[in-house]
């Protein structure tokens, strides 16, 4: 008894939801449209359109969409929902106008990325309160905008390798900006209105936003010069004049360097390339935590009532995981004591035997000199510049030395800088080298421009009433200035 059926069963494919049929003939894109403002019958029209096309067209969000496409939908709504969906890396999602879309089905291929095709944004409302000076924003070590600020700071980095000055502060404070925004900026409409931010800079974030990277900065990258001039920078005691004179000599690499029998190098390069490899590291908290144990007994065993702070990156709230150095500041709670204090903490670490270097500079604080107006003038109080040995025994259990894999000897070199004033000028010393750079540049560009008066690492100056502003704190500071007090962890400019 042979069966046959009886009924044919006839699927359906609705066509909408189901895998297409037709081929894909661009693998490299895979369409994603937002049903949203769109409504479910266009969607549905438009996908199978595409698909006879040749393109992908997934109905579910997935890490294989690569072009999110959307008509009439706020930029700003858009990305929380993309952000909350799941997805592995947002970021590396085109978000698109329906603009992009219809392109592309008229050309019967995915069209190039142009700015237009970019979902509309609205304006930041919070846009006209940024302002142009470092020291009236608030920011912390969370940068939203890496992949913008990483590229401008390069171009930085690559004008003062020009010596174009201009340039390369108008890339560095177009970065400090962006540093100090609370979220990402996804399209060229949200930073409209935002000072600081010049044609150039907006030409390189308009490659970031469409393309994902920056040829400006991939040619700069890619130059000899430029590389030349990093790596030899990169050495301690090298700056740019040295480094210019070493390239323009034929020389490339570190190693060509050490092999010039003509290059005489001076005491401080020298360490420079014997600790490379250590002080190109990364100094942790921890290190840092450890070195300032170790600073303080020093001092304390020399002074009982001597003082010392963390500056710099490090300084106890600023936040940085990380550093290039750690920066000390050390005062005596009485004026003059502080003389004589910081070459007995520099001959007791040599005792100790962990001085691998020492440049000492006596102080010419002259006082009847006013804050002098050039930022990038060294302050005149007494300091050093230090290589410690920090031992892996030195180390608190929460944190072990910075070191290559595999590296067996149990101690590394540190870059330390150790700052010494008298007390009354603690205040100022302080707030300058607590940084960061750019925060203290703005702060002195607010002083001179706003308020008519000059401020430097040793003091205040009120030009109008032509006298000197006393101030035993970071926040007597601030109030002179008519400035709120902005923290140490919200200077990351
Ligand atoms: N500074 C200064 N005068 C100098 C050197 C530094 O006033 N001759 C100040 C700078 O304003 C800087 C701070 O001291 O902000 C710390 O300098 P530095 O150690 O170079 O920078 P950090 O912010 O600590 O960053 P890093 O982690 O790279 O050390
Ligand atoms: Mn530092
Ligand atoms: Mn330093």
Redesign the pocket.
């Known amino acids: 008894n042979f069966f046959w059926p009886r009924f044919i069963i006839i699927i359906i494919f609705s066509g909408d939801r189901s895998a297409s049929i037709e081929e894909v003939k661009f693998n490299e894109v895979t369409v994603y449209l937002v049903e949203r403002k769109m409504g479910s019958s266009r969607r549905s029209f438009l996908t199978s359109l595409a698909r006879s096309k040749g393109f992908r067209v997934e109905y579910a969000l997935s890490d294989e969409v690569t072009h999110v496409v959307a008509e009439d939908n706020q930029a700003g709504a858009l990305w929380a929902w993309l952000r909350g969906s799941g997805l592995r890396d947002v970021s590396r999602l085109q978000v698109l106008d329906i603009s992009w879309f219809t392109d592309s089905m008229r050309e019967g291929r995915p069209v190039t990325v142009e700015t237009r095709h970019l979902t509309e944004c609205s304006p930041p409302t919070a846009a006209a309160s940024v302002s142009q000076y470092a020291c009236l924003r608030r920011t912390t070590t969370e940068n939203h905008n890496k992949i913008f600020t990483d590229v401008l700071e390069e171009l930085a980095e690559n004008s003062e390798f020009n010596e174009s000055k201009g340039p390369c502060l108008a890339f560095r404070r177009a970065a400090s900006v962006l540093k100090s925004l609370p979220s990402a900026v996804h399209c060229l409409g949200a930073i409209q209105g935002l000072p600081c931010l010049g044609e150039h800079t907006k030409a390189v974030m308009e490659e970031i936003l469409i393309f994902g990277r920056s040829f400006k900065v991939e040619e700069v990258q890619s130059d000899e010069r430029y590389q030349a001039l990093k790596l030899f920078t990169s050495v301690f005691g090298v700056g740019p004049k040295t480094a210019e004179k070493w390239y323009r000599r034929g020389l490339r690499s570190l190693k060509e360097i050490l092999a010039e029998p003509n290059i005489q190098l001076n005491r401080m390069q020298r360490a420079g390339f014997l600790y490379y490899r250590d002080i190109s590291k990364a100094?942790s908290k921890a290190e840092a935590k450890a070195l300032r144990s170790i600073i303080e007994e020093t001092a304390h065993w020399i002074a009982p009532d001597s003082i010392l702070a963390l500056?710099?990156?490090?300084r106890s709230h600023?936040g940085?995981e990380?550093?290039?150095?750690?920066?000390f500041l050390l005062t005596m709670p009485e004026m003059g004591k502080e003389e004589g204090l910081l070459l007995r903490v520099i001959d007791r670490l040599r005792d100790q035997g962990i001085l691998l270097y020492c440049e000492h500079q006596g102080s010419t604080v002259d006082m009847s000199k006013l804050p002098s107006r050039r930022f990038e003038a060294?302050?005149h109080f007494e300091?050093c510049f230090l290589i410690l040995r920090l031992e892996e025994g030195q180390m608190e259990r929460d944190g072990g030395l910075q070191k290559d894999p595999g590296e067996s000897r149990g101690w590394r070199a540190v870059r330390v800088?150790l700052v010494a004033t008298p007390v009354d000028r603690y205040a100022f010393a302080l707030l300058?080298?607590?940084?960061?750079?750019q925060?203290?540049r703005d702060l002195r560009r607010f002083a001179r421009k706003e308020r008519g008066m000059c401020l430097d690492?040793h003091a205040l100056y009120d030009k109008t009433k032509k006298l000197f502003l006393p101030a035993t704190s970071e926040e007597d500071i601030f109030a002179h200035l008519g400035l709120e007090y902005v923290e140490p962890w919200q200077r990351n400019a």
């Open positions: 100094v500056t710099g990156g490090f600023r940085k990380y550093g290039h150095d750690v920066d060294m302050d300091k800088d300058g080298w607590t940084g960061s750079r925060f203290e690492n």
